[in-house]
């Protein structure tokens, strides 16, 4: 079983700046897509940005530019680097490792708030 756990989240104003962390279980070496969702209230869940065990990413066009996601093998843990923060930034966000439709594992959620 894979254990991800997020932190980090909290309340920050519109412009502010925020590092979510997701640490692993296991190695993040070898998982093929480690990648951030977030689930705003009343919407669905949806990809924020994800990175791959050759180093390619991918980051959904309303964050290109102001987020960043970076993975450190060492200690097994996954960043989102969020900058010029949003309102409509706000949301539930998930950490998630994939490998195969059999290995597919999330963290419990962290709660971001961009509010004056």
């Known amino acids: 079983q894979v254990r991800l756990v997020e932190s980090g989240g909290g309340l920050v104003q519109p412009g502010g700046s925020l590092r979510l962390s997701c640490a692993a279980s296991?190695?993040?070496?070898?998982?093929?897509?480690m990648g951030w969702y977030r689930q705003a209230p009343g919407k669905e869940r949806e990809l924020v940005a994800v990175?791959?065990?050759?180093?390619?990413?991918n980051y959904a066009d309303s964050v290109k530019g102001r987020f960043t996601i970076s993975g450190d093998n060492a200690k097994s843990t996954m960043y989102l680097q969020m900058n010029s923060l949003k309102p409509e930034d706000t949301a539930v966000y998930y950490c998630?490792?994939?490998?195969?439709?059999?290995?597919?594992?999330w963290g419990q959620g962290t709660q971001v708030t961009v509010s004056s």
């Open positions: 998630n490792a994939h490998k195969d439709s059999w290995w597919d594992y």
């Open positions: 296991v190695s993040i070496f070898s998982i093929s897509h």
């Open positions: 990175v791959t065990s050759g180093g390619s990413t």
